[in-house]
């Protein structure tokens, strides 16, 4: 039995569903044609609000904003709305784009083709148990999930009590402050080169997969040498963001020139520096990048001299794509694990810490290394001071350890104090007045 229809206006009406108390609106909007629940049973009520529906309707199709029709809903559909409200905001926060990535990259992969119907907790749970998520990657995509319970909620297309219960989800646990140990960098810097090459069940990887690694191995090489965090800091880099500055000064009369590559960083955590920070970029970085542009723009003769007029995002492959590196990265590592060549957990954000323990132990100023990664001198004692206490000069200081003895003896047996597996006695007044003697000798004849 078809409902019986009470038209209010052209393309706007009421009706009552059989064994259903509630008045529901039809209403054509843009072609479009669109029935909803009013959620009252009393008539006149129900005219009100179908007028303030249409109007309502009316105003979003005005702004451009998308206007879900009667039919099959998918999740998808209303990620694609949700991704539009974002868009159209007037002020355009940075963690947008960090909703819009997971958006596309992990939740509406994972639930493609679903139907509003079958997005159950269950199903959300299933989502969050398939991913590895840090504690900012979890507070994303649970915000992500919120955004898009309010859109059903707000545009009726689901009711509050309907709406699935985002299920507690486990942070993945790892050690956030590791730097890579010398062995297991060597090892790393010895096979993500040939990455691409390698081969799953038998199969050898297609060609954006390839092209992937490859990019991957030069842009591991760039945060080793910059320190700079993975995610937005460069993510939104052109190569022609890089700037060539020539340095020239005399020394004994005579002129030295060198070329200086600068970048500034203005995405990310810097929202200290209004203007952003600009830092220099190191021989090996620079080729690293040049390697990028080579393998993304091979229809082009990339070189030194011509890399930095391309507006190409440099992690932008050639066929327009920016990958997940992180998540390559982990099958890089997997992959060591696998072939028993290391066990420890790192991921990209290890050659930030990297590049802050290594300049710590050279002695570099903390101020000064504060400065280039973007953080502060408080953060940096707070988190990198345990390097300290890998240095030998202070577990000498703390095991009371006489190393000047130990080296002295060696000197005076002729022999590396590598050599000795144990502590050597310490040197006899004797051997002290010989030492001196023949160190005497040897200047006096050495002068």
Known sequence: MLPNYERLAKGLAIYRLKNSKNFYARIRVNGAEIKRSLGVADEDEAKFR??????????????????????K??????INNVIKQLDSKKTQLQIYKDYKTVFSNFI??????????DF?????????????LSITRKNINKTCFKMIFDFLEEEKIVKKNDIPILPKVKTLKIETRDAFNDSDLSIILEHLPNFHEVEKNGRKPNFKTVEYRKILNEYFIILLETGLRTGEEFINLRFNDIKKKKHSYYKDDLLIENDNY??????????????????????KAINAIVNIAKITQQDKNITIDNFLYSNKLILETSF???????DIFKQFTDYLKESNLINTHYTLYSCRHTFITKRLMEGVDIYLIAKFVGSS???I??????????????????????RDALELKAILNNISYTDYDDIPPDPTEADLKKFHRDAEEFFKNNQ
């Not at 809903?73 to 209303?78: A, F, G």
């Not at 159950?120 to 590895?132: L, S």
């Not at 327009?320 to 992180?326: D, M, V, Y």
Request: aromatic letters at 10%.
């Open 120 to 132: 159950t907790t269950k199903k959300i749970r299933d989502y969050f148990d398939c991913q590895e």
């Open 377 to 379: 001198v408080e953060m």
């Open 108 to 117: 509406t992969p994972f639930f493609k083709n679903v139907e509003i119907i």
């Open 73 to 78: 809903i998918y999740v998808e559909d209303i």
């Open 262 to 283: 600068l970048v500034k960083i203005s995405k990310g955590k810097t929202k200290k520096y209004s203007n952003g920070r600009i830092i220099a970029l190191s021989s």
């Open 381 to 402: 004692e707070k988190h990198y001071d345990s390097y300290k206490l890998s240095q030998q000069s202070h577990i000498d200081s703390l095991t009371n350890f006489n």
């Open 320 to 326: 327009n794509k920016i990958a997940e590196f992180s």
């Open 50 to 71: 179908a007028w303030e529906l249409r109007s309502e309707l009316e105003n979003r199709n005005k702004q451009g904003l998308a206007i879900l029709a009667n039919k």
